[in-house]
């Protein structure tokens, strides 16, 4: 049982390339959540997905596309990397969006020089 | 908008004791309020989660209570191990669905 699964887990970009990060979940859950966390802030939300079909913006979302591919998959793209999007990205998946658990990937380390 | 703070943001303790960590938060229709521990290189794992119909939840040696009222909660963790070291978050799930996590506190239990 992988739970959530993130790739890559390392990856360093150029200014202005573009990249996907993917993740994949195997608990059947509807909901799905992208997170950056830098020092001192916690975990902020980029986008959500509450169930398969929809996404919406989180508290941070500039910058960003996201992709529910399937119940199990939600993508996220950055399609111009600046190095302010430094950062370490989870991806984390729920049975419903609110008072529920959430299950965390082991996160995507990302440099943009 | 809606945020959670947490304190301290660093706590060293000695093994065997106890250690607490605090949160606020802003949004009084709150009604659920997980903590996640984060250990080195890996994602937050969810370890005691409360609702708000509940005043205190325990699991072993940890426990989290609730003040509704003063919209506050918080973590006990008793008899501390080592393997306790890592970075700790709360949260609060706020009226729009959504989860605020607070800052993280990094606590270190001293052999």
């Known amino acids: 049982n992988a739970g959530v699964t993130q790739t890559p887990k390392f990856q360093v970009l150029k200014t202005g390339q573009s990249m996907t990060l993917q993740c994949a979940q195997d608990m059947n859950h509807n909901s799905m959540y992208w997170y950056r966390q830098d020092p001192g802030m916690g975990l902020r939300l980029i986008y959500y997905?509450?169930?398969?079909?929809?996404?919406d913006k989180g508290e941070v979302p500039n910058g960003y596309n996201v992709s529910r591919l399937n119940k199990r998959e939600f993508s996220l793209r950055l399609e111009s990397a600046a190095p302010s999007q430094t950062s370490v990205y989870f991806c984390a998946s729920s049975w419903v969006l609110g008072n529920q658990p959430q299950h965390f990937g082991d996160g995507t380390r990302l440099s943009i020089l | 908008g809606e945020n959670v703070e947490q304190h301290p943001s660093t706590l060293s303790v000695q093994e065997g004791d106890s250690a607490v960590i605090k949160c606020t938060y802003s949004?009084?229709?709150?009604?659920?309020f997980p903590w996640y521990k984060q250990e080195l290189g890996k994602g937050p794992q969810l370890i005691i989660d409360?609702?708000?119909?509940?005043g205190e939840k325990k699991d072993q040696r940890i426990a989290v209570t609730l003040n509704k009222t003063a919209k506050h909660f918080s973590l006990h963790i008793t008899e501390t191990q080592p393997e306790d070291s890592a970075v700790y978050f709360c949260?609060?799930?706020?009226?729009?669905?959504?989860?605020?996590f607070g800052p993280g506190t990094s606590l270190s239990v001293i052999p």
């Open positions: 949260a609060a799930k706020t009226s729009y669905d959504k989860v605020i």
């Open positions: 997905s509450a169930s398969e079909g929809t996404t």
């Open positions: 409360i609702r708000s119909n509940v």
């Open positions: 949004d009084s229709a709150s009604n659920y």
